[in-house]
């Protein structure tokens, strides 16, 4: 008869979130703004398809970094659970504080009881009437949520890119600011390593993933849905004019 080895609790809840950490760490950042137009959310993406930015409900939407997969299937579930919420209550009841209470029940529950934790790291953001009505979550890998005050940089090597953001954010900027800062920061790392990586491959408009929260958007486009994705050339020409500012 085999001998069963004795592992501790400590170290099984250690070694768990450290396997996460390290997947979380080989993917590409997310950065998440507020400014004073609304939220813009900007991810380090090639792909035009497998998106890391999605919308939710009407004014709240979410991004992830981590394995496709696992955040996919959140962020479907959100969706869900966000519908059914809106048509059971009403629209207004459906809030970022609420889903994310969801997704950290989620998230605790895999890390805990499940074989494997979900290699993920998500944000749920909600536009509010005025920027200090902003809402952005982030959401770990083990379930715990924080409330994060004006910005947020996740995935890769997230330090950098939260530490660029501090040093550069202030309320009351407008898009072009906040997408110069999200990309400044998504370069961070890169420069950090020193390694030439920049002009091997240029972090330029085809390589991101860019979408926004409109504040006013009842008075800009008369719809209650406030999220609308930015096409490459529309990223293009915003950072082309912050350049020539």
């Known amino acids: 008869m085999a001998q069963q080895f004795y592992v501790s609790p400590e170290q099984m809840m250690k070694d768990r979130a450290d396997f996460a950490r390290k997947g979380i760490a080989r993917g590409r950042s997310v950065v998440v703004v507020s400014f004073a137009a609304g939220i813009a959310l900007v991810a380090e993406n090639p792909s035009p398809t497998l998106h890391k930015i999605g919308e939710i409900y009407d004014r709240i939407a979410f991004a992830a970094v981590g394995k496709y997969n696992e955040f996919e299937s959140l962020r479907q579930a959100g969706v869900r659970y ?3 919420r809106g048509y059971s209550y009403d629209r207004a009841d ?9 997704y950290a029940q989620s998230l605790g529950t895999v890390f805990t009881a499940e074989q494997k934790p979900f290699e993920v790291e998500l944000a749920v953001a909600e536009v509010g009437a ?3 009505e902003d809402h952005i979550f ?20 997230a330090d950098l890119v939260q530490q660029r953001l501090a040093d550069a954010w202030r309320p009351g900027a407008d898009l072009q600011a906040a997408l110069a800062w999200a990309v400044d920061a998504l370069r961070a790392p890169r420069e950090a390593n020193g390694s030439g990586q920049e002009a091997v491959d240029p972090l330029g408009p085809a390589s991101l993933e860019v979408a926004v929260l409109e504040r006013d958007v009842r008075e800009v486009r008369g719809i209650h849905r406030a999220f609308r994705r930015l096409a490459a050339s529309d990223v293009e020409r915003i ?4 350049g020539k500012g």
């Open 82 to 84: 966000a519908d059914v």
């Open 94 to 102: 459906v809030t970022a504080r609420g889903l994310a209470s969801v």
């Open 130 to 132: 005025t920027q200090a």
């Open 138 to 157: 982030r959401l770990t890998f083990d379930g715990s949520i924080t409330d994060e005050p004006g910005f947020l940089g996740m995935g890769g090597q």
């Open 239 to 242: 950072l082309h004019s912050v």
